[in-house]
DNA sequence: GATTATTTGTTAAAAAATAGATATAATATG
DNA sequence: CATATTATATCTATTTTTTAACAAATAATC
């Protein structure tokens, strides 16, 4: 019954199309075709129709997908239908900046603290967040029903981090530490590496990938 | 004599091995296999051979890579023998972040200005750096040879930022705002998407890819 | 009510990416 | 100096992902 084996481009792509459907909500629009999903978020018809296929049939031939209905499903299938407790390690510019970012809480991700081992911040409040010491992270998370957590630590940090965190009852990391860290498999990693992003764009820009012109 | 069609994945992965690289060079360390590549970044030995052959032959056979060659040959594919001039538009939260993020510049990306449309920010100074208004941003570009735009904005700005932009010299933009930029072919784009990333992770957890049992 | 327009769901084909296997080169050893 | 060992480079096969084509279903039109 379970459907599996579904591409990671595939996810990554139903995240975009929920956050693009969000939008059409908002301006009252019933009903749309995988064309206008396709053009809305830089894609082809075809792969918005096989995406959705994965999982079951959303539309209806000859009308397309009611916006409101397929929107609901796709967060089902990305789990959004629940809340996600999660926990931010790292209280410097990066951190700061992510605790205040409102775009967590509007797809129900929501930080419920802070965890820093710079003495200096601990006790202090960042964004209405308090800021705790890394020591009580384990029984924080326990305590708090925490699933998530975002490490925006120094790269020799972020290992050590993840080393306590792997103790803990948490399922994913959200890693913006240019490191790769070593977890066991029951713990999800995503990397955000921003580097990693300026270099394939570094790359890119002196291949001119688009204008590259034709060749055998 | 231009060698294509490379996997974006495969591009990716070559900025991780040069970061790792650069680690092992730290320690001195002369000469490195594939196997211990691979094992430091988590991948297979056949990968790593695989995407440095598109590139070339830069190791010897019984014997491994010479660290500080390879490394200046992958910096070398990835445009990373020069240095890159950026601008930063948005000096929130985020933007602020990015300013003081020190991996940028390690890597040869260097954030020369700011620029954000919020006039009682114009005129100061962020992380050492001025920040100037929208307006004079086309200009700034042009006489100060930058290449590369980070868009830290709102969603709601983010695609007037980037009209602007493809107006002007620019050959990259890193989008950190959760919209789809519609830009022409010659300008590349790079999403930095982070609730995107938080779906995925929702997504693999609640389906527990890991520890899935085989099926058929 | 039959016919034409759309637009989906599905199947098949094509392309891309990964993994595996083998041949080759360099080094070290006896 | 021949041989065993190591590790790359290359070639082949498998798997995965994307693209395209087509049949089924709905709505609109004459």
Do not use: C
């Not at 070593?182 to 955000?192: C, F, I, L, M």
């Not at 570094?202 to 204008?211: A, K, Q, V």
Request: glycine share 10%.
């Amino acid at each position: 019954m379970k459907e599996f084996k579904i591409p990671e481009a595939t996810v990554s792509r139903l995240s975009v199309y929920s956050r693009y459907l969000t939008e059409v909500e908002k301006q009252h629009i019933v009903s749309i075709s995988s064309g206008e999903i396709a053009e809305g978020m830089g894609g082809t018809p075809a792969q918005v129709r096989k995406d959705l296929a994965y999982f079951g049939e959303f539309g209806t031939r000859g009308v397309g997908y009611n916006v409101k209905q397929l929107n609901q499903e796709i967060k089902n299938i990305l789990g959004l239908s629940k809340k996600w407790n999660m926990i931010l390690i790292g209280a410097g510019n990066l951190g700061s900046a992510l605790s205040q970012y409102h775009g967590f809480r509007e797809r129900g991700f929501e930080i419920k603290g802070i965890f820093d081992n710079d003495l200096n911040k601990v006790g202090l409040m960042l964004n209405g967040l308090p800021i705790y010491p890394i020591n009580e992270m384990a029984d924080y998370i326990e305590a708090n029903g925490i699933s998530i957590a975002i490490i925006a630590v120094p790269g020799d940090y972020a290992q050590d981090v993840a080393d306590i965190l792997v103790e803990t009852p948490i399922k994913g990391i959200l890693n913006f530490a240019p490191v790769v860290l070593t977890v066991p498999d029951e713990v999800e990693v995503r990397n955000v590496d921003l580097s990693v992003n300026l270099e394939v764009l570094s790359y890119n820009i002196e291949n001119n990938l688009d204008t590259m012109p034709e060749e055998e």
